[in-house]
């Protein structure tokens, strides 16, 4: 790949045991391991594991010496990690390297031995792509153990290689799919020189086609209703009665050959999958600096997009700032932002919700009261004038329904209801939000409310994207 598209990060974990009878022979499997999985996928492999002795720093030798870059996961913070090694000389290779690590993580929840390092295995499960194992083959025997993130693997249904801690014998790849491994969906991404310039490539492509997708839809159903007040003109008024039908079949047809033509371009698909990715995009640059860079905020919500984030989260790792600076930022160029966006767009659908609403019960009421008037004059034989049947009994009970239909079609299709109700529940939730952040006095607080913030800006991009797997 070009150096200006974003390349797909594979995230290769690892967990191992600390007592190995060869180290050698096992080291010696490892690089291999290491080796042939990055020459079996296309793009940029990320090691990840923690740091303890044993074949925990095998591993980070092996991704250091092949060039990775790696990730490192730790179960305490280093002042009480240190207390895991024996003597200095083996702390001091651990140490040199955690601080080649392009990042550092210490496990959340703060958790004394054992469950502290139950969840480093974890945090390490739960962003891989693939796992590499260094194990006996015996039960767990503790809590946090090897055999319990083998076993968790398994159950997963993750890809992984087991080499065998006393031969150093390497078994097969389960649960893979076939090598080489690709990621089609990086294929249609823009180049761009960094993440901003990504966001900004994809916002323009997705403005572009946003109109497309849903004007086809508009225009559809307002082809079906104005074939029925032509239809209505044509009849009624007795300018071509004869060729009524055939203009309303035509204009039908029409009607239904738009949203086929969209979706032979696949218009509706193509911008749902740039607008999704430009959002996610925007959350991550205003939030990444509260986030582990493996784990963006949205990755938890956008499954199907997750590996899309954390490629992008990757880029920016090594970029954030002072917490207290990125709160000042986050609240100013994105909550701000994003309350008066919500505030007017809520505005504009309340508004043209007003007007459909009315126009839908005016159009409504008069379709009863004059199909009503018809249905008497043809009982009750009203000799009514040529231009009064027309109108009342014959031209305005026909396009009436058809006018209600539309509106009620088209608060539908723009969601007007819904989003202005929506949109004005976010408005107040991100106000107590921000008050809430304003108030923060360490990073974990700040990054509780901002995550909190971001998975309620996503809330509606996550159900756009239909996160279950089908959207492609």
């Given amino acids: 790949m070009s150096s200006n598209t974003l390349q797909r990060v594979w995230i290769l974990g690892f967990a191992g045991h600390r007592a190995l009878a060869n180290p050698e022979a096992v080291r010696q499997s490892i690089r291999t391991a290491v080796e042939t999985f990055r ?3 296309d793009g940029e492999v990320i090691g990840r594991a923690s740091a303890a002795e044993g074949a925990d720093l095998l591993f980070l030798e092996a991704c250091r010496d092949a060039g990775l870059a790696y990730s490192v996961v730790l179960p305490f913070s280093e002042a009480r ?4 090694f024996a003597d200095d000389a083996r702390w001091a290779h651990a140490k040199s390297l955690i601080d080649g690590a392009a990042s550092v993580e210490i496990a959340p929840g703060h958790e004394g031995a054992p469950e502290a390092y139950h969840l480093a295995s974890r945090e390490i499960l739960d962003v891989a792509d ?3 194992f260094v194990w006996d083959g015996e039960p767990a025997r503790g809590l946090g153990g090897t055999a319990e993130t083998v076993a968790e693997a398994r159950d997963r249904g993750l890809p992984h290689q087991v080499i065998e801690a006393v031969t150093a014998n390497a078994g097969p790849f389960v649960n893979a799919p076939p090598w080489p491994w690709t990621d089609e969906s990086f294929a249609s991404l823009p180049p761009f020189g960094n993440v901003e310039e990504l966001f900004a490539a994809l916002d323009r492509r997705a403005l572009h086609g946003a109109p497309k997708s849903r004007l086809l839809a508009a225009a559809s159903i307002s082809l079906n209703q104005l074939a029925t007040v032509i239809f209505g003109v044509l009849v009624a008024f007795g300018i071509a009665a004869a060729i009524a039908p055939v203009v309303k ?10 949203p086929w ?17 430009a959002e996610l995009l925007r959350s991550l640059l205003a939030s990444h600096s509260f986030a582990p860079p493996l784990r963006p905020f949205a990755a938890g919500l956008f499954l199907t997009d997750a590996a899309f984030l954390r490629s992008a989260a990757w880029r920016l790792a090594g970029r954030k700032r002072p917490w207290d600076q990125e709160k000042v930022r986050y609240m100013t160029a994105r ?9 007017s767009k809520a505005a504009k659908a309340a508004k043209r919700l007003s007007r459909l609403d009315v126009a839908f019960k005016v159009s409504g009421l008069g379709a009863m009261v004059f199909g009503a008037a018809a249905i008497l004059n043809a009982l009750c034989g009203w000799n009514a004038g040529g ?7 014959d031209f305005l009970p026909t396009i009436l329904p058809a006018v209600a239909a539309w509106c009620l079609s088209m608060i539908a299709l723009y969601e007007h209801r819904r989003r202005a109700g929506l949109y004005r529940q976010m408005v107040d939730r991100l106000r ?7 108030n923060s006095k360490c990073r974990v607080t700040a990054a509780e409310v901002v995550s909190a913030c971001e998975r309620l800006l996503l809330t509606e991009l996550w159900e756009w994207g239909d996160t279950g797997g089908k959207r492609r």
Avoid at 387 to 393: E, T
């Fill in 249 to 258: 079949f035509l204009l039908v047809t029409l009607a239904a050959v738009l």
């Fill in 81 to 84: 990690f240190r207390g895991d």
């Fill in 130 to 132: 693939a796992m590499l």
């Fill in 335 to 343: 909550l701000d932002d994003q309350i008066g966006y919500l505030e």
């Fill in 432 to 438: 107590v939000k921000r008050v809430e952040l304003a």
């Fill in 261 to 277: 033509a969209g979706s032979r371009k696949r218009l509706h698909e193509c911008w749902l999958n740039d607008r999704i990715r």
């Fill in 39 to 41: 020459s079996q996928v």
């Fill in 387 to 393: 231009w009064v049947r027309a109108v009342l009994f």
